[in-house]
């Protein structure tokens, strides 16, 4: 799929949370708008393919705007949105990123992600999580050191599966090597990480996986896409390839059950740093 590159701005980088975000973080932050990862694994199945105000008649996959003067922005706004999550009785937290990812590979050239988190290490907010599906975020080690004497601050990395490949689906965004590799080295230099496996999918062998996510990471939170995906019943998703490829592997895996499984299994390995759904984003791990 050819990909659409634009540069654009944004009045106020700065979203209040809604929807799934509401009770985890109280803004959502987004250096890009649209995601070259949409046409791999992970955008298969996201849910933000259906907002066709954001599409505006594009493909999913198929166009990136680059907010050049999203640092501006941030710098613009803190005062104004630090206050109203104040007066709500929140933390100002800040979710990077929802509907797309930090770190698509155009970050690494124009460098919108980057240019935020410098502008946060001189108005830092109270909380910071950094959300991707790639093993390049390990490359911004240094100033994710600095954000983490500044603010109380989490990477989480999304690690789906450990099939390297499924049946009748794209491939990777980021080989699931190197976001384990990503993650010992994050976590090494002291970085809270999390494993985010999300959306869960069909995982060949449960007991190997999760004892190497309790290696590289503090927790891990599990994320089916029922309960997921903003809808009770997974119903965004089921319009969507995703489920039907998935049956075709394990039937089970597109169902709750398999979800708890996942999760009893998780918990021999990651005791009391098992997160599960909505409250796991949220940082609030079961024993």
């Known amino acids: 799929m050819p990909l659409e590159i634009s540069l654009t701005t944004v009045k ?14 109280s803004h959502s932050l987004q250096p890009y708008r649209g995601c070259s990862f949409g046409a791999a694994l992970c955008g298969v199945g996201c849910y933000v393919q259906h907002n066709r105000h954001l599409l505006g008649g594009r493909a999913w996959g198929g166009f990136l705007e680059i907010r050049r003067n999203a640092a501006e922005s941030y710098h613009l ?5 630090s ?3 104040h007066r709500q009785g929140m933390r100002f937290s800040i979710f990077c990123s929802s509907v797309t990812d930090p770190f ?22 109270d909380e910071l999580v950094v959300q991707t599906h790639s093993h390049r975020a390990a490359e911004y080690l240094p100033i994710f050191r600095e954000l983490a004497g500044r603010c109380d601050f989490r990477v989480q990395v999304s690690i789906e599966t450990d099939m390297l490949r499924l049946p009748g689906l794209p491939p990777h965004a ?5 976001r384990f590799e990503a993650c010992a080295a994050l976590r090494a230099a002291g970085i809270r990480t999390v494993v985010t496996v999300a959306p869960l999918l069909p995982i060949a062998n449960p007991v190997q996986f999760f004892a190497r996510i309790a290696e590289v990471a503090d927790a891990v939170v599990l994320d089916h ?5 903003g809808s009770p019943t997974g119903s965004r998703t089921f319009r969507t390839p995703l489920p039907s490829a998935v049956s075709q592997i394990d039937p089970v895996a597109c169902t709750l059950a398999y979800r708890d499984e996942m999760v009893a299994i998780a918990r021999q390995y990651l005791p009391g740093r098992v997160g599960v759904n909505v409250a796991g984003f949220a940082g609030q791990y079961q024993a």
């Open 12 to 25: 106020n980088i700065l979203t209040r949370s809604s929807g799934f975000l509401q009770g985890c973080t």
């Open 174 to 178: 980021s080989p699931i090597t190197r």
């Open 104 to 125: 698509v590979p155009q970050e690494f050239q124009h460098r919108i992600t980057r240019s935020v988190l410098e502008a946060m290490l001189d108005r830092p907010p």
């Open 225 to 229: 896409f029922i309960e997921g995906d």
């Open 77 to 81: 706004n803190f005062d104004r949105e």
């Open 83 to 85: 206050r109203w999550a």
